[in-house]
């Protein structure tokens, strides 16, 4: 069993920055695809990026170029830094682990809170 927590969610102005952060209870970046969804309020989940261990990486075209997600694997971390924030950005964040072989596994955080609004 994994668990996965996520961290780092708040309030920030338009054009503010946040980090999200989720660490994995046991090493699975080796074997797992990591991503990254939010549900924005009244909207269904959405993807916004994805790590596929040290490469592989691709991002929903609402976030391109505002978001970075990287991969701590020394301390079992997902980031996902946020810069040039924007009221539709805001949502419940979603750290996700996926395995697809030899069979699929999944994993969701709890998820945290992100409000951008002046």
């Known amino acids: 069993q994994v668990r996965l927590v996520e961290s780092g969610g708040g309030l920030v102005q338009p054009g503010g920055s946040l980090r999200l952060s989720c660490t994995a209870s046991v090493s699975i970046f080796t074997v797992y695809t990591m991503y990254w969804y939010r549900q924005p309020p009244g909207k269904q989940r959405e993807f916004v990026a994805s790590i596929i261990r040290d490469y592989g990486i691709t991002y929903a075209d609402s976030v391109k170029g505002r978001f970075t997600i990287s991969a701590d694997k020394t301390n079992n971390t997902v980031y996902l830094q946020m810069n040039s924030l924007k009221p539709e950005d805001t949502a419940v964040y979603y750290c996700?682990?996926?395995?697809?072989?030899?069979?699929?596994?999944?994993?969701w955080g709890q998820g945290t809170q992100v409000t951008v609004s002046s």
């Open positions: 996700n682990a996926v395995r697809f072989l030899p069979s699929r596994d999944e994993y």
